[in-house]
Structures are given as structure tokens and as C-alpha cells.
Antibody
């Protein structure tokens, strides 16, 4: 079945870096754009970034542009989110999600990985 | 870019119908038929309920329907059930090739 499993979350100090990973299975990974979406504790959903099926096109939310980089490895069915210069406001559960058909809807979602930025 | 605008909360009694609105601009909701809706129960992963304004994924009850008029999209839940109590989020593709979410609406079934 279609499955997304995130990893790499944890506690990190402000200004430091972290890389999140998302392992995909159960579908032809290289055919689909992939997204990262986050949710701060007790808050709503915030879209973070998208990468095209071939890894060429990448777009970011203004709040993370210049600090986060999305990438993918189609040979390993993996998508990544490299985060640098982390801020306390980046604290959130980060979800990996498959783009349904290139029209920016998300299905399925992974279970999420928690990133806490705190000194 | 600002988040799409949703009411913070809506409520209804079992069996009733409710509608949740999602207002954006001509650069997002009004400009594309790429609005989707998600249901999230406390502590759970969001679930896709509607995509491309009106389409329902297989397995989603036909009590859920979507529509759009101008810069405002809507999610209607008919025959309200206790299990529908959850947070609901809209999202839209934007002219900047990004995605915006609404602030979320808490649905209470009285």
C-alpha cells in the first residue's frame, strides 16, 4: 500500500541545521511531485515546499526560502528537507505528502516527525 | 502571502448540514480549480476529503461536497454525524507556484 515514513526530527538549538527524510513505498515514486507541510503545536497547517517529479523544479514558502532546501533521490524513493539557520518558530511536526496529480493536493500524508528548536 | 480565510469555528446538530467557507484572492482560489479540503482529528494525520474543488476521493462519504464561487470555496457536510467533529483546512495552488492553507475551522457537532 502507499506509505510515507518521515524521520530525522529531534531537538536542535537555534541557528543549527537538521535534515529530514521521507521514505516512500507502494507507488511509482518518480512520477509524483512531493511536498513538505508543517504544523506548529496547537496551530494550523503550513505548506513548506514542493519538488517536481524529476527534482528540477522547487518552490518554497516565503517563511523558509533561503534556509530550507528540498531534494529527492528517485533511485532510493526518498525525499529530503535540509533545514539551516533554524529558528524557534520552525518548531512543528513536519509531514511529507505526495502530490495527487500535479495539481497540489496532498494524499497520502506521512505520520510526521517533530522538530523542536530550542536552546 | 496571507493564509486563506476560514471561520474559526462552526457547529451543527446531528443530521443537519453545515458549510465552511474558504476565501482567497484571484491569485489563488479564484484563479484556479485547485482547491482541496482536509479533515484532521486531534492527534491524527490530515485526511484528504475534496480535491480540485469538487472531487471526492474514493472512500470519502458522499455527505462531503465542495464548490467554488469567485474567490471563495466551500465545503458542505450534510447529514452531520458525531464522527465529523474535527478540524477542517482548505488549501489552494497559487499563481506563485506555491500552496496556501486556510487557518482551519473547528467543527463541533452539538
Amino acid at each position: 500500500q502507499v506509505q510515507l515514513v518521515e524521520s530525522g526530527g529531534g531537538v536542535v538549538q537555534p541557528g543549527r541545521s537538521l535534515r529530514l527524510s521521507c521514505a516512500a513505498s507502494g507507488f511509482p515514486f518518480s512520477n509524483y511531485p512531493m511536498h513538505w507541510v508543517r504544523q506548529a503545536p496547537g496551530k494550523g497547517l503550513e505548506w513548506v515546499a514542493v519538488i517536481s517529479y524529476d527534482g528540477i523544479l522547487k518552490y518554497y514558502a516565503d517563511s523558509v526560502k533561503g534556509r530550507f532546501n528540498i531534494s529527492r533521490d528517485n533511485s532510493r524513493n526518498m525525499v529530503y528537507l535540509q533545514m539551516i539557520s533554524l529558528r524557534p518558530e520552525d518548531t512543528a511536526v513536519y509531514y511529507c505528502a505526495r502530490d495527487g496529480s500535479g495539481t497540489n493536493w496532498f494524499d497520502p500524508w506521512g505520520q510526521g516527525t517533530l522538530v523542536t528548536v530550542s536552546s | 502571502q496571507s493564509a486563506l480565510t476560514q471561520p474559526a469555528s462552526v457547529s451543527g446538530s446531528p443530521g443537519q448540514s453545515i458549510t465552511i467557507s474558504c476565501t482567497g484572492t484571484s491569485s489563488d482560489v479564484g484563479g484556479y480549480n485547485y482547491v482541496s479540503w482536509y479533515q484532521q482529528h486531534p492527534g491524527k494525520v490530515p485526511k484528504l476529503m475534496i480535491y480540485e474543488v469538487t472531487n471526492r476521493p474514493s472512500g470519502v462519504s458522499d455527505r462531503f461536497s465542495g464548490s467554488k464561487s469567485g474567490n471563495t470555496a466551500s465545503l458542505t457536510i450534510s447529514g452531520l454525524q458525531a464522527e465529523d467533529e474535527a478540524d477542517y483546512y482548505c488549501s489552494s495552488y497559487t499563481t506563485f507556484s506555491t500552496v496556501l492553507f486556510g487557518g482551519g475551522t473547528k467543527l463541533t457537532v452539538l
